[in-house]
T-cell receptor, first 113, second 110 residues
């Protein structure tokens, strides 16, 4: 693989179900991020990780959790999905310094019914 | 709430015309980045501005960072159909996290 990948591409989920969105990068980037994109609201940061073993809360963390067991993987878990979590989710990574661009994955379109 | 405001939300442009999208932050930024997202795609980095008053050009795109490092603009001249998409500004306040504007979605009339 080259760059950053996400799985699944899309998913329809019943409310109350647990779901994990996967994100893997092969660029050895220290920092990784999860965003959700909703019409008219742009990209909002859910959680981030500056380096393996550490995570932090972003702007809209409620209902989501993350882990960073190694450099490459940064899964996002919805413990009990609700319809308001219907969105497009993007994972991104960067070299970790303040002035590095972020590289985005192709996104996961999630619908919670 | 969103700390980086971006206007306009939509821009309908005649091919060949110019347009500008503006970005304003409520706080001083350490740097500002611009991204472009094509329809159905993911955001792709365009440029980063770091210095107060900085101006950078990429072909028909001109990016500016305000003197107070609180605002920025993207000006596109002679719009082409390849310019279609959503342009996001994203401000960084020195904590390695970006705060994205809501984006300007550009459509082009041929």
């Amino acid at each position: 693989i080259a760059g950053i990948t996400q799985a699944p591409t899309s998913q329809i989920l019943a409310a109350g179900r647990r779901m994990t969105l996967r994100c893997t990068q092969d660029m050895r980037h220290n920092a990784m991020y999860w965003y959700r994109q909703d019409l008219g609201l742009g990209l909002r940061l859910i959680h981030y990780s500056n380096t393996a073993g550490t995570t932090g809360k972003g702007e809209v963390p409620d209902g989501y959790s993350v882990s960073r067991a190694n450099t490459d993987d940064f899964p996002l878990t919805l413990a009990s999905a609700v319809p308001s979590q219907t969105s497009v989710y993007f994972c991104a990574s960067s070299g970790g310094s303040s002035y590095n661009e972020q590289f985005f994955g192709p996104g996961t379109r999630l619908t919670v019914l | 709430g969103q700390q980086v405001m971006q206007i306009p939300q939509y821009q309908h442009v005649q091919e060949g015309e110019d347009f500008t999208t503006y970005c304003n932050s409520s706080t001083t930024l350490s740097n500002i980045q611009w991204y472009k997202q094509r329809p159905g795609g993911h955001p792709v980095f365009l440029i980063q501005l770091v210095k107060s008053g900085e101006v950078k050009k990429q072909k028909r795109l001109t990016f500016q960072f305000g003197e107070a490092k609180k605002n920025s603009s993207l000006h596109i001249t002679a719009t082409q159909t390849t310019d279609v998409g959503t342009y996001f500004c994203a401000g960084e306040r020195g904590d390695y996290k970006l705060s994205f504007g809501a984006g300007t979605t550009v459509t082009v009339r041929a």
